[in-house]
Protein backbone atom coordinates (compact mmCIF):
# COMPACT_ATOMS: atom_id res chain seq x y z
CA UNK A 1 0.00 0.00 0.00
CA UNK A 2 1.08 3.17 -0.73
CA UNK A 3 1.87 6.05 1.92
CA UNK A 4 0.68 9.23 0.97
CA UNK A 5 1.34 12.60 2.78
CA UNK A 6 -0.42 12.85 6.34
CA UNK A 7 -0.37 16.37 5.99
CA UNK A 8 -3.63 17.46 4.41
CA UNK A 9 -5.33 15.36 7.03
CA UNK A 10 -3.49 17.23 9.86
CA UNK A 11 -5.09 20.75 8.81
CA UNK A 12 -8.33 19.74 8.54
CA UNK A 13 -8.18 18.07 12.16
CA UNK A 14 -6.70 21.81 12.96
CA UNK A 15 -9.50 23.48 11.44
CA UNK A 16 -11.74 21.82 14.11
CA UNK A 17 -9.96 24.00 16.29
CA UNK A 18 -11.82 27.14 15.03
CA UNK A 19 -15.08 25.55 17.18
CA UNK A 20 -13.38 26.38 20.43
CA UNK A 21 -13.81 29.97 19.81
CA UNK A 22 -17.27 28.96 20.73
CA UNK A 23 -17.44 26.16 23.01
CA UNK A 24 -14.02 27.16 25.65
CA UNK A 25 -11.97 24.65 27.32
CA UNK A 26 -14.43 23.99 30.91
CA UNK A 27 -17.15 24.35 28.98
CA UNK A 28 -20.29 22.47 30.26
CA UNK A 29 -22.33 20.68 27.28
CA UNK A 30 -25.27 19.10 26.64
CA UNK A 31 -24.77 16.93 23.48
CA UNK A 32 -27.97 15.78 21.41
CA UNK A 33 -29.10 14.00 18.72
CA UNK A 34 -26.07 11.26 19.46
CA UNK A 35 -26.91 8.08 17.12
CA UNK A 36 -28.65 5.16 17.44
CA UNK A 37 -29.18 3.64 14.38
CA UNK A 38 -26.75 1.34 11.58
CA UNK A 39 -25.23 4.23 10.01
CA UNK A 40 -21.06 3.62 10.70
CA UNK A 41 -20.67 7.05 8.90
CA UNK A 42 -22.87 8.94 12.12
CA UNK A 43 -21.29 7.22 14.59
CA UNK A 44 -17.91 7.99 13.22
CA UNK A 45 -19.08 11.76 13.64
CA UNK A 46 -20.33 10.49 17.00
CA UNK A 47 -16.70 8.89 17.81
CA UNK A 48 -14.77 12.43 16.35
CA UNK A 49 -17.31 14.99 18.63
CA UNK A 50 -16.29 13.12 21.70
CA UNK A 51 -12.62 13.04 21.12
CA UNK A 52 -12.95 16.62 20.41
CA UNK A 53 -14.38 16.96 23.70
CA UNK A 54 -11.58 14.96 25.34
CA UNK A 55 -8.80 16.76 23.69
CA UNK A 56 -10.20 20.54 24.35
CA UNK A 57 -11.42 19.52 28.15
CA UNK A 58 -15.12 20.10 27.48
CA UNK A 59 -17.21 18.64 30.19
CA UNK A 60 -20.22 17.26 29.03
CA UNK A 61 -23.24 17.37 31.46
CA UNK A 62 -25.73 14.82 29.68
CA UNK A 63 -26.02 12.79 26.41
CA UNK A 64 -29.24 12.42 25.18
CA UNK A 65 -30.47 10.11 21.24
CA UNK A 66 -33.27 11.03 19.09
CA UNK A 67 -34.72 8.70 20.95
CA UNK A 68 -34.65 9.65 24.71
CA UNK A 69 -34.38 13.37 24.08
CA UNK A 70 -36.63 14.63 27.12
CA UNK A 71 -39.01 17.43 26.70
CA UNK A 72 -37.16 19.21 29.41
CA UNK A 73 -34.02 19.63 29.87
CA UNK A 74 -32.05 20.27 32.88
CA UNK A 75 -29.74 23.45 32.01
CA UNK A 76 -27.93 26.20 34.07
CA UNK A 77 -27.00 29.76 32.70
CA UNK A 78 -23.81 28.81 30.93
CA UNK A 79 -24.78 25.63 29.46
CA UNK A 80 -24.10 25.03 26.11
CA UNK A 81 -26.37 22.93 23.83
CA UNK A 82 -24.57 20.73 21.20
CA UNK A 83 -26.32 19.10 18.54
CA UNK A 84 -24.43 16.44 16.34
CA UNK A 85 -23.60 16.88 13.16
CA UNK A 86 -23.82 15.51 10.20
CA UNK A 87 -26.03 14.90 7.01
CA UNK A 88 -29.92 15.57 7.87
CA UNK A 89 -30.35 19.77 8.31
CA UNK A 90 -32.89 19.48 6.12
CA UNK A 91 -36.66 18.21 4.63
CA UNK A 92 -35.67 14.57 3.56
CA UNK A 93 -35.21 13.78 7.64
CA UNK A 94 -38.09 15.17 8.96
CA UNK A 95 -38.22 13.96 12.50
CA UNK A 96 -34.67 14.60 13.92
CA UNK A 97 -34.84 18.68 12.08
CA UNK A 98 -38.20 18.81 13.93
CA UNK A 99 -36.57 17.92 17.20
CA UNK A 100 -33.50 20.43 16.57
CA UNK A 101 -36.27 22.93 15.89
CA UNK A 102 -38.36 22.57 19.10
CA UNK A 103 -35.53 22.81 21.10
CA UNK A 104 -33.76 26.03 19.55
CA UNK A 105 -37.20 27.35 20.00
CA UNK A 106 -37.58 26.34 23.66
CA UNK A 107 -34.08 27.47 24.92
CA UNK A 108 -33.26 30.94 23.56
CA UNK A 109 -31.60 31.92 26.99
CA UNK A 110 -28.56 29.44 26.59
CA UNK A 111 -25.84 29.33 23.54
CA UNK A 112 -26.32 26.72 21.06
CA UNK A 113 -23.75 25.07 18.86
CA UNK A 114 -25.00 22.94 15.23
CA UNK A 115 -21.68 20.77 14.56
CA UNK A 116 -21.08 20.16 10.85
CA UNK A 117 -23.83 19.52 8.82
CA UNK A 118 -24.65 19.54 5.25
CA UNK A 119 -28.02 21.39 4.09
CA UNK A 120 -30.33 20.35 1.77
CA UNK A 121 -33.94 21.52 1.53
CA UNK A 122 -36.41 20.15 -1.32
CA UNK A 123 -38.96 22.71 -0.20
CA UNK A 124 -38.14 26.17 -0.55
CA UNK A 125 -41.20 26.88 1.69
CA UNK A 126 -39.37 24.56 4.63
CA UNK A 127 -36.03 26.21 4.44
CA UNK A 128 -37.58 29.44 4.91
CA UNK A 129 -39.27 28.22 7.71
CA UNK A 130 -36.31 26.39 9.54
CA UNK A 131 -33.79 29.45 8.77
CA UNK A 132 -36.80 31.63 10.85
CA UNK A 133 -36.32 30.01 13.39
CA UNK A 134 -32.65 29.80 13.49
CA UNK A 135 -32.65 33.40 13.30
CA UNK A 136 -34.39 34.36 16.35
CA UNK A 137 -32.39 32.68 18.64
CA UNK A 138 -30.04 35.41 19.70
CA UNK A 139 -26.96 32.72 20.34
CA UNK A 140 -27.14 30.28 17.94
CA UNK A 141 -23.95 29.56 15.97
CA UNK A 142 -24.66 26.45 12.42
CA UNK A 143 -21.49 25.00 11.40
CA UNK A 144 -21.17 23.62 7.61
CA UNK A 145 -19.38 21.18 5.82
CA UNK A 146 -19.41 23.30 2.65
CA UNK A 147 -19.94 25.74 0.20
CA UNK A 148 -23.41 25.10 -0.97
CA UNK A 149 -24.60 24.62 2.68
CA UNK A 150 -22.95 27.75 4.02
CA UNK A 151 -24.58 29.82 0.82
CA UNK A 152 -27.67 28.68 1.94
CA UNK A 153 -27.53 29.68 5.33
CA UNK A 154 -25.85 32.91 4.84
CA UNK A 155 -29.05 34.32 3.08
CA UNK A 156 -30.87 33.89 6.76
CA UNK A 157 -28.41 34.01 9.21
CA UNK A 158 -25.03 35.31 9.85
CA UNK A 159 -23.08 33.10 12.47
CA UNK A 160 -22.21 30.65 9.95
CA UNK A 161 -19.02 29.06 9.44
CA UNK A 162 -17.12 26.27 7.74
CA UNK A 163 -15.97 23.36 9.41
CA UNK A 164 -14.57 19.84 8.05
CA UNK A 165 -16.61 17.28 9.21
CA UNK A 166 -16.08 16.07 12.91
CA UNK A 167 -15.16 13.19 12.28
CA UNK A 168 -11.40 14.31 11.27
CA UNK A 169 -10.96 14.46 14.98
CA UNK A 170 -10.31 11.08 15.12
CA UNK A 171 -7.07 11.15 12.59
CA UNK A 172 -5.02 9.44 12.35
CA UNK A 173 -6.20 5.74 12.14
CA UNK A 174 -4.41 2.71 12.21
CA UNK A 175 -5.23 0.24 9.88
CA UNK A 176 -5.76 -3.67 11.70
CA UNK A 177 -4.20 -5.68 9.15
CA UNK A 178 -2.68 -5.63 5.88
CA UNK A 179 -5.08 -5.78 3.06
CA UNK A 180 -5.00 -8.85 1.21
CA UNK A 181 -7.53 -7.53 -1.54
CA UNK A 182 -7.95 -5.26 -4.58
CA UNK A 183 -10.97 -2.97 -4.28
CA UNK A 184 -13.99 -2.37 -2.24
CA UNK A 185 -17.23 -1.00 -3.99
CA UNK A 186 -18.94 1.02 -0.82
CA UNK A 187 -21.83 2.35 -2.38
CA UNK A 188 -24.89 3.73 -0.43
CA UNK A 189 -28.20 2.34 -1.02
CA UNK A 190 -30.98 5.10 0.60
CA UNK A 191 -32.83 7.61 -0.46
CA UNK A 192 -29.56 9.57 -1.46
CA UNK A 193 -28.76 7.32 -3.85
CA UNK A 194 -27.20 8.96 -7.22
CA UNK A 195 -29.83 7.38 -9.97
CA UNK A 196 -27.76 9.04 -12.48
CA UNK A 197 -25.03 6.97 -12.27
CA UNK A 198 -25.27 3.51 -14.28
CA UNK A 199 -23.67 1.00 -12.03
CA UNK A 200 -22.31 -2.09 -13.82
CA UNK A 201 -19.99 -4.43 -11.38
CA UNK A 202 -18.40 -7.24 -12.06
CA UNK A 203 -19.36 -10.60 -9.95
CA UNK A 204 -16.37 -11.32 -8.83
CA UNK A 205 -16.11 -7.45 -7.44
CA UNK A 206 -17.06 -7.07 -3.32
CA UNK A 207 -19.67 -3.98 -2.90
CA UNK A 208 -21.24 -3.48 0.32
CA UNK A 209 -23.51 -0.26 2.16
CA UNK A 210 -23.06 0.27 5.78
CA UNK A 211 -26.18 -2.14 6.40
CA UNK A 212 -24.77 -4.78 4.52
CA UNK A 213 -21.67 -4.95 6.76
CA UNK A 214 -24.24 -6.27 9.95
CA UNK A 215 -25.18 -9.24 10.41
CA UNK A 216 -28.91 -9.94 11.56
CA UNK A 217 -27.64 -10.66 14.72
CA UNK A 218 -25.99 -6.75 15.10
CA UNK A 219 -29.32 -5.15 13.93
CA UNK A 220 -30.99 -7.04 16.56
CA UNK A 221 -29.06 -5.54 18.85
CA UNK A 222 -29.77 -1.97 17.67
CA UNK A 223 -33.14 -2.56 17.42
CA UNK A 224 -33.08 -3.51 20.83
CA UNK A 225 -30.67 -0.26 21.71
CA UNK A 226 -33.28 2.28 20.30
CA UNK A 227 -36.40 0.46 22.26
CA UNK A 228 -34.35 0.64 25.24
CA UNK A 229 -33.34 4.34 24.71
CA UNK A 230 -37.05 5.14 24.12
CA UNK A 231 -37.69 3.52 27.21
CA UNK A 232 -35.72 5.54 29.08
CA UNK A 233 -37.74 8.62 28.70
CA UNK A 234 -40.06 6.92 31.69
CA UNK A 235 -37.20 5.97 33.83
CA UNK A 236 -34.03 7.55 35.21
CA UNK A 237 -30.79 5.22 34.24
CA UNK A 238 -30.52 6.72 30.45
CA UNK A 239 -26.70 6.97 31.28
CA UNK A 240 -26.44 3.24 31.53
CA UNK A 241 -27.91 2.74 28.13
CA UNK A 242 -25.76 5.08 26.81
CA UNK A 243 -22.74 3.66 27.78
CA UNK A 244 -23.50 0.14 26.90
CA UNK A 245 -24.30 1.85 23.29
CA UNK A 246 -21.19 3.44 22.89
CA UNK A 247 -19.45 0.29 24.17
CA UNK A 248 -20.87 -1.11 21.44
CA UNK A 249 -20.36 1.36 18.61
CA UNK A 250 -16.69 0.82 19.67
CA UNK A 251 -17.13 -2.71 18.28
CA UNK A 252 -19.16 -1.50 15.01
CA UNK A 253 -16.78 0.94 14.30
CA UNK A 254 -13.71 -1.33 14.83
CA UNK A 255 -15.55 -3.75 12.43
CA UNK A 256 -15.62 -0.74 9.68
CA UNK A 257 -12.18 -0.41 10.04
CA UNK A 258 -11.34 -3.67 9.88
CA UNK A 259 -13.36 -4.33 6.69
CA UNK A 260 -11.60 -1.08 4.89
CA UNK A 261 -8.34 -2.72 6.17
CA UNK A 262 -8.84 -5.71 3.82
CA UNK A 263 -8.62 -4.16 0.48
CA UNK A 264 -6.11 -1.51 -1.51
CA UNK A 265 -8.44 1.03 -2.92
CA UNK A 266 -12.12 1.91 -1.78
CA UNK A 267 -14.67 2.90 -4.31
CA UNK A 268 -17.21 4.66 -2.60
CA UNK A 269 -21.09 6.92 -2.89
CA UNK A 270 -20.67 7.13 0.96
CA UNK A 271 -19.03 10.42 2.32
CA UNK A 272 -17.62 8.28 5.19
CA UNK A 273 -16.61 5.95 3.08
CA UNK A 274 -14.22 8.54 1.82
CA UNK A 275 -13.43 9.62 4.87
CA UNK A 276 -12.75 6.40 6.42
CA UNK A 277 -10.26 5.55 3.50
CA UNK A 278 -8.29 9.02 3.64
CA UNK A 279 -7.87 8.63 7.84
CA UNK A 280 -6.47 5.47 7.26
CA UNK A 281 -4.10 6.98 4.47
CA UNK A 282 -6.19 4.33 1.94
CA UNK A 283 -6.70 5.31 -1.86
CA UNK A 284 -9.80 5.66 -2.66
CA UNK A 285 -12.65 7.13 -5.36
CA UNK A 286 -15.24 9.28 -4.33
CA UNK A 287 -18.49 8.97 -6.14
CA UNK A 288 -21.67 11.94 -5.51
CA UNK A 289 -24.67 11.25 -3.49
CA UNK A 290 -28.21 12.60 -5.08
CA UNK A 291 -27.75 16.25 -4.10
CA UNK A 292 -23.82 16.79 -4.22
CA UNK A 293 -22.86 16.73 -1.18
CA UNK A 294 -20.05 14.37 -1.79
CA UNK A 295 -18.55 16.35 -4.57
CA UNK A 296 -18.32 19.37 -2.91
CA UNK A 297 -17.08 18.36 0.18
CA UNK A 298 -14.14 16.84 -1.32
CA UNK A 299 -13.80 19.98 -3.71
CA UNK A 300 -13.53 22.44 -0.65
CA UNK A 301 -12.01 20.05 1.93
CA UNK A 302 -10.04 16.30 0.98
CA UNK A 303 -9.07 17.29 -2.93
CA UNK A 304 -5.31 18.18 -0.83
CA UNK A 305 -4.83 14.26 -0.10
CA UNK A 306 -3.24 12.52 -2.84
CA UNK A 307 -4.27 9.24 -2.34
CA UNK A 308 -8.54 10.40 -3.06
CA UNK A 309 -9.78 11.42 -6.04
CA UNK A 310 -12.99 12.67 -6.85
CA UNK A 311 -14.90 10.75 -9.70
CA UNK A 312 -17.39 12.57 -12.21
CA UNK A 313 -17.13 10.99 -15.52
CA UNK A 314 -19.33 8.27 -16.23
CA UNK A 315 -19.22 4.93 -14.32
CA UNK A 316 -17.19 2.54 -16.87
CA UNK A 317 -13.86 4.55 -16.23
CA UNK A 318 -14.02 3.81 -12.01
CA UNK A 319 -12.11 0.48 -12.25
CA UNK A 320 -9.00 -0.84 -9.96
CA UNK A 321 -6.25 -0.45 -11.82
CA UNK A 322 -4.21 -2.88 -9.44
Keep these: MENYSNQPLLELKEKLKVIRTLIPENSIVHYLEYP ?6 DLLIMKGTEQFFIDNNIKIRS ?3 FWNCPSELELKKNDVIVFQGGGNFGDIYKEPQALRENIIK ?3 KNRIIILPQTIY ?13 LSNHPDLYLFVRDLNSFNIAKKYIDNVFLSPDMAHQLWPIHTINKPTKKCLYHLRTDGEINKNINIVIKDNEDVIDWPQLLSNYEKLLIKCFIKAHKFTLKIDNYKLVQKLWYKYTDYLVKKAIKLYSNYNIIITSRLHGHILSCLLNKENIIIDNSYGKNSSYYKLWTYKF ?3 KLQEETWEKIQCQR
Design 36 to 41: VYENIG
Design 63 to 65: RYS
Design 106 to 108: KYN
Design 121 to 133: FQNKDEEKKTFKI
Design 306 to 308: SGA
